[in-house]
């Protein structure tokens, strides 16, 4: 089945630690997405990445990195920098282009 | 402004009901329009694309006003697994791109 897939499902480090999330698709799609969504609170976007070996920042760069080696992958490193990195965090990819994007399940990341 | 606003709610009605939801842009130069429904603790999944012409499917209306930058959901007949939150997205990217800019939701409870 064609989908992304976004592990761990929860995750849990200690405060200092950097943690890496992983997102992988198989749709062969261009662009992808990483989000931010705290409690009762809308996506905020993080990074995304229109095309292999680029990606631009988002409104809340500021505490994370991004790689985009693989069209498949766009893994999201939560570094010490971040100062709350407790939150779900959610993967997305799309066609270029004004199209819709799909969604991994989200990872929920808490750090004490 | 936010880019883009959506009343958080909650609306709560009855089953049955016919319930409108709306959402304001600030990027006159947006080209494409979704609406999403996120259930709690879930990741978003497209409900349906928002065109020029507006577009039906089911008991979902959407709609779209360029000159006052809304967009608009209807859904009629409201049932009790249609309680969710609806986010509002918009391709704010001028230029082409795709970078998907999205509302804080609008929750919806159905009830009997």
């Known amino acids: 089945d064609g989908g992304i897939t976004q592990s761990p499902k929860y995750l849990f480090r200690k405060e200092g630690q950097n943690v890496t999330l992983s997102c992988e698709q198989n749709?062969?799609?261009?662009?992808m997405y990483w989000y931010r969504q705290d409690p009762g609170q809308g996506l905020r976007l993080i990074y995304y990445s229109q095309i292999v070996n680029d990606f631009q920042k988002g409104d809340i760069a500021e505490g994370y990195s991004v790689s985009r080696e693989k069209k498949e992958s766009f893994p999201l490193t939560v570094t010490s920098a971040q100062k709350n990195p407790t939150a779900f965090y959610l993967c997305?990819?799309?066609?270029?282009?004004?199209?819709?994007?799909?969604f991994g399940q989200g990872t929920r990341l808490t750090v004490v | 402004r936010k880019e883009v606003e959506q009343d958080p709610g909650p609306f709560n009605v009855p089953e049955g009901a016919t319930v409108a939801f709306n959402c304001t842009y600030s990027?006159?130069?947006?080209?494409?329009f979704f609406w999403y429904r996120q259930d709690c603790r879930k990741e978003p999944k497209l409900l349906m694309s928002?065109?020029?012409s507006g577009n039906e499917d089911g008991r979902f209306t959407a709609q779209l006003n360029r000159a006052s930058q809304y967009i608009s959901l209807l859904i009629r007949d409201s049932k009790l697994s249609d309680s969710a939150t609806y986010l509002c997205?918009?391709?704010?990217?001028?230029?082409?791109?795709?970078?998907?800019?999205f509302g804080t939701g609008t929750q919806l409870k159905v009830e009997l």
């Open positions: 997205v918009v391709n704010m990217s001028p230029g082409g791109g795709n970078k998907l800019t």
């Open positions: 990027n006159s130069a947006s080209q494409s």
């Open positions: 997305a990819s799309s066609m270029q282009r004004d199209t819709e994007a799909f």
């Open positions: 749709l062969n799609h261009d662009a």
């Open positions: 928002v065109y020029s």
